[in-house]
Structures are given as C-alpha cells and as structure tokens.
C-alpha cells in the first residue's frame, strides 16, 4: 500500500505562511505541519491550529533561526548579541560535535522549546529541525531522547531514496550528490538510534533534493515513482508561491486518487 504523509514546515514563521498552511489543508493535500516554538505570532498560530483541530502538528525544533528561548542559550557560534541563532550550522554543528557544554546548551534549548509546546495545549504528534539540524548525530540525541520522555511517538528522519527523487532534480546535481552522500550517512546512525527506543518514522522522506522549489510538474513527476510504504512529503508553502500552489492543485489531486495513495497523517506510522 501506498500511503504518503505531507506535511508543511515554518508554520508560525509569518501570517502569510500560515494562511498558506491552513488554506493547503482545507483544500489541498495537506495532512500535517511542523510549529515553530520561537515565532513571532505564537499566540495567533496556537488559535490557527485550535481551529483546524484535524490538522495534526508537531514541533519544528529551531536552531538556527528566530530568538532562542533557553536563557543558557549563549555560545557564540550559536547566537548573536541579541541572543537570535545565526545561521552558519556547518561551523555550530562542528563545535557542538566536540563540546559537551554546547550540547548541554542545545539540550536546555530544545527543553525551553518542548515547554513552550506543552503550554499551547496542543497535541504533540511528531518532532523534526528547521533546517534538518536534527540530522545532526550529538542534536538528534538529544532530541530522541527529550522526545522519548515526553512520549512523542515519531520524528521525522531526513533521507530521500536517491532512486525516486534524485533524477527530479537535474538542476543542483553537484549539491545533491552531497546531500546524497551525508544524508544517507547520517540517517543509517539515526535510525539504529531510534530503533532502541519507542519513537517511529517514515521509510522515506521526499522533497530534500528539490527544497524549497517543489511545483506541480515536478509533484506529479514524483507520485508516480512512489513505491509502497509510508513515505513523508515535506513541503514549505507560502501564500501563491509554487509549493503552495501545488499542494492544492486539481491534477496533483487526481492524479493521488488515481494511483490509489492514501494520505494519511504522523499518527498512522
């Protein structure tokens, strides 16, 4: 059986983002979304997500954009003076790779951030990164662990099937040959991690190799190369722009019930 998660990243970051989100749910594909628990208009997307109470949402634990929440949050490499996370996660992620004190700091980050999530009062269905920083071997430990205890049941393991989704994507062969190589690597470790404890997760994710340039075309192009198994669609719509407009696309539609793909939401892993 076919069955296909997709889900919307950011919700939270702007209102036109989650105008998109909720617009993709009501009248698209869409079956989850990821909550960003530093965004600027928490309260306003808490009453979005109350009020679509079948959209299903899960934390997008953020590292590296927006304030930080954990006042212990304060490594250089990680924050500025204004105490907002930079940007640069290859040099944050070499750093935290070595230093217990910086993993401690990412630990009570990633706590403020569950609290903040446990204060909305919505149900928590699973935990992935802004940016895929849970890919990161010490983060996504940290996060499996911290999920664990708080009984959140699936988490999102980053690791496009070159097979399906890497002849999508002629126009970035050089950086997805990279992306191929450290994804795969990296999601070997995560998933043995995860097998050890109660947390689940998808056979597949789509959409690494195309990020943030999904359109209808190429949505059309990948339902007809997705094998059976349960496989998550991870989407970043904003109001008009491609990705949005192919969530909500009749033909992408059509052309899910023709191949008989279920859409089913994180709860069904």
Known sequence: MKQLIVTA????????????????????ILTNTSFMMNSPILEDTVRLAKANPNLQVGMHVTLSEGKALAATTKAK???RSDHTFKTDLAKAGFAIHFSTKLQEQIRQEIIAQFNVFQNTGLKLEHVDCHHHFQIHPEIFSILLEESEKRGVRTIRIPNDPWHITGSLSPNHKIRNFFYRYVFSTLAKSAKAKTNKTTLKYADGTLGLYQTGEIHETWLLQLLDKIPDGIFELYTHPDKDNQEYK????????????????HLIPYSKI
Do not use: M
């Open 9 to 28: 990243d950011d919700f939270g970051k702007t209102a036109s983002i989650n105008e998109a989100i909720i617009s993709a749910y009501t009248h698209g």
């Open 77 to 79: 490499c990680l924050v």
């Open 246 to 261: 192919a969530l909500i696309s009749p033909k992408v539609r059509e052309k899910i019930n023709e191949l008989h793909i």
